[in-house]
């Protein structure tokens, strides 16, 4: 069976140093696919390859059958990956609304802007009410639902979440994952890279472990949790 | 001394009405920049050569082709918008990633190439469109109608570039970019697009700006140096990129050169100006609107 996304032996890095070698991974339409480890094994540059922020240096990525490699980096959200980035990334000075107004910029998008919007206010009550506030003055966790909010603008089909739970209180982090498996319930396929493996693990289907640029462990979300190297590392028992 | 008093009086408010009147265009001027600024993070030094350019193509449209002004007016804002889309296009884009002080030099080589090249084209005479607009007298004071016009068409200008800036999905973009140009492709905005469009908004203000000049002023092909300096002024005491505090800054300039012009010279009235500039940058280096660290 061939999945939505197909990465195939992905180099890149930054300039001399390389961050991924020799990556492959694919994620299934429906499904919910995490990729754990330590901070510093490539997790956020494997985010950023995927939605054209970074270009690998040798392998293939492909969206339903697409070259995402030979797509221009601003057309490869038309392929219908929408990518949350580390730390949020919201415009701070423009309004929840002109937030979420950017991530429907893309005309595809624009025709379904007002739908789109009523979606991720079902999703996020509290958005709504905060449309005309500036982004950087709401609290960490809202600004989460203001970015996954803003990637969900442009109807995607796949999610990809890098460290959602980052930064956030821990009562937060809960709201978070439980905003994940919601979001998974209204048929996105979801990528979610996450240090908080213990977590993630109760929301994906199937886990990738990165260590060091590299795959390291691939399974079930339950054979991973159950496996004695991952226990001892991640999730200190 | 009572009917001194009162003359004084109606000079004073003359002078307060004709300072906001200049400052409307100053403002127009300094929003063009800032948005360069602000957006692209580029400085362009020969903002008011662009301008000079749009006052000869007003001049040559009206005296030499014979079109109405109302008709010349929207040929020059589109031509100088598609220098601006030129002068991104061919200088600016190729040095983006250059250090600050190369994309300087290069507008700066601009600036002389335009001054140089009108000389070459149209003469060192100074040239007007032959338009005297009336003057309005209200009571003992004197307005002309080419100021009146000037600061409602420059208002008309900001507004719809205000509009434009927060009503469309563009406009958002051109926003959003100067805050975080490095995830605007997750948005799908493709930043050379937006770049160029800025541009050309930036070459459209500078070719209203011209349209508005022209008519209080002969343009010569040095003519860009009686306000590119005060532009640039303007635009550092309000914050560079900043565009409440540009416009701000706008109206203080032109207050001064204003009230000091009334109370001697309007030459004494940029030196103020300058003056002022100078301690407001030992005081506040950052801008008008700039927050205490």
Same mark, same amino acid.
């Given at each position: 069976?061939?999945?939505?996304?197909?990465?195939?032996?992905?180099?890149?890095?930054?300039?001399?140093?390389?961050?991924?070698?020799?990556?492959?991974?694919?994620?299934?339409?429906?499904?919910?696919?995490?990729?754990?480890?330590?901070?510093?094994?490539?997790?956020?540059?494997?985010?950023?390859?995927?939605?054209?922020?970074?270009?690998?240096?040798?392998?293939?990525?492909?969206?339903?059958?697409?070259?995402?490699?030979?797509?221009?980096?601003?057309?490869?959200?038309?392929?219908?990956?929408?990518?949350?980035?580390?730390?949020?990334? *919201? &415009? +701070? /000075? %423009?309004?929840?609304?002109?937030?979420?107004?950017? @991530?429907?910029?893309?005309? !595809?998008?624009?025709?379904?802007?007002?739908?789109?919007?009523?979606?991720?206010?079902? *999703? &996020? +009550? /509290? %958005?709504?009410?905060?449309?005309?506030?500036?982004? @950087?003055?709401?609290?960490? !966790?809202?600004?989460?639902?203001?970015?996954?909010?803003?990637?969900?603008?442009?109807?995607?089909?796949?999610? %990809?979440?890098?460290?959602?739970?980052?930064?956030?209180?821990?009562?937060?982090?809960?709201?978070?994952?439980?905003?994940?498996?919601?979001?998974?319930?209204?048929?996105?396929?979801?990528?979610?890279?996450?240090?908080?493996?213990?977590?993630?693990?109760?929301?994906?289907?199937?886990?990738?472990?990165?260590?060091?640029?590299?795959?390291?462990?691939?399974?079930?979300?339950?054979?991973?949790?159950?496996?004695?190297?991952?226990?001892?590392?991640?999730?200190?028992? | 001394?009572?009917?001194?008093?009162?003359?004084?009086?109606?000079?004073?408010?003359?002078?307060?009405?004709?300072?906001?009147?200049?400052?409307?265009?100053?403002?127009?001027?300094?929003?063009?920049?800032?948005?360069?600024?602000?957006?692209?993070?580029?400085?362009?030094?020969?903002?008011?050569?662009?301008?000079?350019?749009?006052?000869?193509?007003?001049?040559?449209?009206?005296?030499?082709?014979?079109?109405?002004?109302?008709?010349?007016?929207?040929?020059?804002?589109?031509?100088?918008?598609?220098?601006?889309?030129?002068?991104?296009?061919?200088?600016?884009?190729?040095?983006?990633?250059?250090?600050?002080?190369?994309?300087?030099?290069?507008?700066?080589?601009?600036?002389?190439?335009?001054?140089?090249?009108?000389?070459?084209?149209?003469?060192?005479?100074?040239?007007?469109?032959?338009?005297?607009?009336?003057?309005?007298?209200?009571?003992?004071?004197?307005?002309?109608?080419?100021?009146?016009?000037?600061?409602?068409?420059?208002?008309?200008?900001?507004?719809?570039?205000?509009?434009?800036?927060?009503?469309?999905?563009?406009?958002?973009?051109?926003?959003?970019?100067?805050?975080?140009?490095?995830?605007?492709?997750?948005?799908?905005?493709?930043?050379?697009?937006?770049?160029?469009?800025?541009?050309?908004?930036?070459?459209?203000?500078?070719?209203?700006?011209?349209?508005?000049?022209?008519?209080?002023?002969?343009?010569?092909?040095?003519?860009?140096?009686?306000?590119?300096?005060?532009?640039?002024?303007?635009?550092?005491?309000?914050?560079?990129?900043?565009?409440?505090?540009?416009?701000?800054?706008?109206?203080?300039?032109?207050?001064?050169?204003?009230?000091?012009?009334?109370?001697?010279?309007?030459?004494?009235?940029?030196?103020?100006?300058?003056?002022?500039?100078?301690?407001?940058?030992?005081?506040?280096?950052?801008?008008?609107?700039?927050?205490?660290?």
């Amino acid at each position: 069976m061939t999945g939505m996304l197909e990465l195939k032996s992905i180099d890149a890095g930054y300039g001399s140093f390389q961050a991924l070698f020799d990556v492959s991974l694919n994620v299934r339409a429906g499904e919910a696919v995490g990729v754990i480890g330590p901070n510093g094994a490539g997790k956020t540059t494997l985010m950023r390859v995927i939605s054209g922020l970074i270009r690998p240096t040798q392998g293939t990525i492909a969206m339903e059958g697409t070259d995402v490699v030979a797509t221009p980096p601003h057309r490869i959200v038309s392929l219908g990956i929408a990518h949350v980035p580390e730390n949020r990334r *919201l &415009f +701070p /000075r %423009l309004t929840v609304a002109d937030n979420l107004k950017m @991530g429907a910029y893309m005309p !595809g998008a624009r025709a379904h802007y007002a739908e789109r919007l009523e979606f991720v206010f079902e *999703l &996020f +009550p /509290r %958005l709504k009410e905060r449309l005309q506030q500036m982004a @950087g003055t709401m609290s960490g !966790g809202e600004q989460q639902m203001c970015a996954i909010g803003r990637a969900l603008m442009s109807n995607p089909k796949l999610l %990809l979440l890098d460290e959602p739970s980052a930064g956030l209180a821990p009562v937060v982090v809960q709201q978070v994952f439980e905003l994940v498996k919601r979001i998974r319930a209204s048929g996105l396929t979801v990528l979610i890279v996450e240090q908080n493996v213990q977590q993630v693990l109760r929301v994906v289907d199937r886990a990738y472990l990165l260590e060091a640029g590299s795959i390291r462990a691939a399974g079930s979300a339950a054979e991973l949790a159950a496996s004695d190297t991952i226990k001892q590392a991640y999730l200190g028992v | 001394m009572q009917s001194f008093l009162g003359i004084f009086d109606i000079y004073l408010l003359e002078a307060v009405i004709n300072g906001i009147l200049l400052g409307g265009v100053l403002a127009l001027l300094a929003l063009g920049l800032n948005l360069i600024f602000g957006v692209i993070d580029v400085t362009w030094i020969c903002y008011a050569e662009l301008v000079m350019i749009g006052m000869y193509g007003m001049y040559y449209l009206v005296q030499v082709f014979h079109l109405p002004y109302w008709a010349a007016a929207p040929l020059v804002i589109l031509l100088v918008a598609l220098l601006g889309a030129a002068l991104h296009f061919l200088v600016i884009a190729p040095l983006l990633t250059a250090p600050p002080i190369n994309q300087l030099l290069a507008t700066g080589g601009v600036l002389f190439i335009l001054q140089s090249f009108a000389t070459v084209a149209f003469g060192i005479d100074f040239r007007n469109l032959g338009i005297r607009l009336p003057v309005l007298a209200l009571g003992e004071m004197n307005f002309s109608y080419a100021r009146l016009l000037s600061f409602g068409a420059a208002l008309a200008g900001m507004i719809g570039v205000y509009l434009f800036l927060t009503r469309t999905f563009t406009g958002t973009a051109i926003r959003a970019i100067a805050q975080d140009r490095q995830i605007m492709p997750l948005m799908g905005v493709d930043p050379k697009r937006i770049y160029l469009v800025t541009s050309a908004i930036g070459g459209g203000l500078a070719g209203l700006a011209a349209c508005l000049l022209v008519l209080q002023y002969d343009v010569h092909p040095f003519v860009g140096l009686s306000f590119g300096p005060i532009t640039f002024l303007i635009c550092v005491l309000g914050g560079l990129g900043n565009f409440i505090g540009g416009f701000i800054a706008a109206f203080v300039f032109a207050e001064i050169i204003s009230l000091g012009g009334l109370f001697s010279d309007l030459e004494w009235g940029y030196v103020l100006a300058f003056a002022f500039f100078i301690v407001m940058m030992f005081i506040r280096p950052a801008g008008l609107l700039s927050r205490r660290a």
